[in-house]
């Protein structure tokens, strides 16, 4: 039997000002024909389906065309948790109207800790799928009545040891955390900015009882600790930290308890998401507009270029952002070059070489120096 591992949708996305619904429509109808293709009748959605808490018309109407064409032309059952961008309430509303259909949505845990289970009997295998949506400590807390919890790992420990499962079976837990093993996960600017720290840190050693652990809140496809522990990682690259990353589909395909084999199949990205490098005069040096790609420029010019924006809009209708390598921007009154002892003494021309070096990591070139000496001498003059 084969199921398809999805996360991290955020459905509504916009990255720098570009809306990236038309994008993710794209991948959803790659999804669907993946689904028809390897014969796949269950699609696991591990959180983050939407960007945000209040999604936007776009989004939920995306979800809405997605999940149609799934339950009821295709007959596909989807299993959804919340994640940490997603609201609790808004997501899974009409939800025990639409499981008769085959859509589960689960968004808490019973008072008890118990998780919601959903029983797979197909091909002569019996598939148990537990649901764990993100859950604050204080909430675990509060449920259980133990006021040691402070952290997500003991949060879920105490679920987990609240659900006994049935080891002869096939287990797998659907959730939205931050796992980790003895090796550093791959992780975007987007985790970082999540405040992604020790507190939020969960042991992929808590997951033993689990055959396979479908995992979402990470962008970057990848395996924690064993090849059954995954993250399906974001569909769409959603930061320019994510340009390296290779975006894929995840499909589970489970012969037998002991038999479990992950098959990753590339995502075409309806556009690219790329560096491209240079001045902005090479950058802009012919008419010819690039509009198949999402563009993140790395300017090499000294100085900053007037209109730069502007004109490599016109040739690079996708472009989202840029950054100056030569030039910091991150100069302040309390810099080390502001505390030299000497910089006062210095004349205005050796301030002026200091601070350049300062701001663009080298010196001067030799006609840029004659041009600050005419300068100096010339306001040297006026006094």
Do not use: W
């Not at 339950?71 to 596909?76: A, G, K, M, N």
């Not at 955390?177 to 791959?186: A, I, N, Q, R």
């Not at 522990?229 to 002991?258: H, M, W």
């Not at 999402?294 to 690079?316: G, M, Q, W």
């Amino acid at each position: 039997m084969k199921i398809l591992h999805l996360a991290d949708l955020h459905l509504g996305k916009s990255v720098e000002g570009l809306s990236m619904i038309e994008s993710q429509q794209h991948v959803f109808k790659q999804a669907i024909k993946l689904c028809k293709d390897k014969n796949i009748h269950h699609v696991i959605i591990s959180g983050d389906v939407y960007d945000r808490s209040i999604p936007s018309e776009e989004a939920v109407s995306l979800l809405n065309d997605f999940l149609s064409t799934c339950i009821i032309d295709e007959h596909i059952k989807v299993y959804i948790i919340s994640g940490n961008h997603d609201s609790k309430e808004r997501l899974s509303c009409f939800n025990d109207i639409l499981e008769r259909q085959g859509l589960y949505i689960d968004t808490h845990i019973k008072d008890d800790l118990s998780m919601n289970k959903h029983v797979i009997k197909e091909d002569g295998l019996v598939i148990n799928i537990y649901s764990l949506p993100y859950i604050y400590p204080g909430e675990v807390r509060e449920m259980s009545n133990d006021p040691s919890i402070k952290s997500f790992e003991l949060s879920i420990k105490k679920i987990l040891d609240a659900n006994k499962v049935n080891k002869d079976e096939i287990n797998i837990l659907n959730t939205h955390y931050f796992v980790t093993s003895d090796k550093e996960p791959l992780r975007s600017d987007s985790e970082s900015k999540a405040s992604v720290g020790a507190i939020e840190q969960v042991s992929f050693t808590l997951f033993d009882d689990y055959d396979y652990v479908a995992l979402g809140h990470l962008h970057c496809p990848q395996h924690i600790g064993r090849d059954t522990v995954r993250y399906a990682g974001s569909p769409l690259r959603y930061s320019v930290s994510e340009i390296e990353q290779d975006k894929c589909f995840t499909v589970i395909n489970i012969t037998s308890k002991e038999d479990i084999k992950i098959e990753k199949i590339d995502i075409n990205p309806l556009y690219e998401f790329i560096y491209l490098e240079g001045s902005v005069d090479e950058l802009t040096k012919d008419s010819v507009t690039k509009d198949y790609r999402i563009i993140f420029f790395k300017l090499t010019d000294t100085t900053h270029v007037e209109n730069a924006s502007y004109r490599l809009k016109i040739k690079y209708p996708h472009f989202v952002g840029l950054k100056y390598i030569n030039i910091k921007e991150d100069f302040e009154e309390n810099s080390s070059l502001n505390k030299e002892e000497d910089f006062e003494e210095l004349t205005i021309e050796e301030q002026f070489h200091r601070f350049y070096k300062f701001i663009n990591d080298k010196e001067l070139d030799d006609l840029q120096s004659q041009i600050i000496k005419e300068i100096c001498e010339e306001l040297e003059g006026e006094e």
